[in-house]
């Protein structure tokens, strides 16, 4: 498995390359508009090309992922076995080895509930070492993104593993934004 570093910048190279073909795609729409799962697929592609991990899968069942990362529990299963992961990185050997949430963050709250999934997840000690959350936003100026990334570390208790930031874009209004593609690495404490 590659370093946490390149696998941060992998996804932040992921969504990057989304903004790009889906404002290609549209005609100048920003990737605000596109579905997670566009940039979901974007993320994924660039984890295996950067060969950050061997494989990935989409919307990996959380119960089917426990089990191939060997992590049973008796009794009752725990809530975090209900749903699915956006990306998953598997190792050669069929382990899943690294868990990416995406977001589209516009608050300050938007990644709490994906950081607090992944950290129960990690704490169950088994083949995942590594849980990340991959954001993109925009905002009308680059210290806003500064800002709100910073405030989603801090409020999350996550920290931010990579940050790109657009130059300065004007809208056809001529209104200036930024867009940011973020990577947050959810430590298990």
Same mark, same amino acid.
């Given at each position: 498995?590659?370093?946490?570093?390149?696998?941060?910048?992998?996804?932040?190279?992921?969504?990057?390359?989304?903004?790009?073909?889906?404002? +290609?795609?549209?005609?100048?729409?920003?990737?605000?508009?596109?579905?997670?799962?566009?940039?979901?697929?974007?993320?994924?592609?660039?984890?295996? +090309?950067?060969?950050?991990?061997?494989?990935?899968?989409?919307?990996?069942?959380?119960?089917?992922?426990?089990?191939?990362?060997?992590?049973?529990?008796?009794?009752?299963?725990?809530?975090?076995?209900?749903?699915?992961?956006?990306?998953?990185?598997?190792?050669?050997?069929?382990?899943?080895?690294? $868990?990416?949430?995406?977001?589209?963050?516009?608050?300050?709250?938007? $990644?709490?509930?994906?950081?607090?999934?992944?950290?129960?997840?990690?704490?169950?000690?088994?083949?995942?070492?590594?849980?990340?959350?991959?954001?993109?936003?925009?905002?009308?100026?680059?210290?806003?993104?500064?800002?709100?990334?910073?405030?989603?570390?801090?409020?999350?208790?996550?920290?931010?593993?990579?940050?790109?930031?657009?130059?300065?874009?004007?809208?056809?209004?001529?209104?200036?934004?930024?867009?940011?593609?973020?990577?947050?690495?959810?430590?298990?404490?």
């Amino acid at each position: 498995m590659a370093s946490k570093a390149s696998i941060a910048q992998s996804c932040v190279q992921g969504i990057t390359t989304a903004y790009s073909k889906y404002f +290609e795609l549209t005609g100048g729409l920003a990737l605000g508009w596109a579905p997670e799962s566009f940039i979901q697929t974007e993320i994924a592609a660039a984890l295996f +090309e950067d060969r950050a991990v061997p494989y990935v899968s989409l919307e990996s069942c959380v119960y089917e992922t426990l089990d191939f990362a060997r992590k049973k529990s008796s009794g009752r299963p725990p809530s975090i076995r209900k749903g699915r992961f956006d990306i998953v990185g598997w190792t050669k050997a069929g382990a899943p080895s690294v $868990i990416v949430e995406v977001k589209k963050a516009w608050r300050t709250i938007a $990644i709490n509930a994906d950081a607090e999934r992944l950290r129960k997840f990690l704490k169950q000690k088994g083949t995942t070492r590594l849980g990340l959350i991959s954001v993109y936003s925009s905002a009308a100026s680059d210290d806003l993104l500064r800002k709100r990334m910073g405030d989603l570390a801090r409020i999350s208790k996550t920290r931010l593993a990579a940050l790109q930031i657009s130059e300065e874009l004007n809208d056809p209004d001529g209104k200036k934004w930024f867009w940011c593609a973020a990577c947050f690495e959810v430590p298990v404490k």
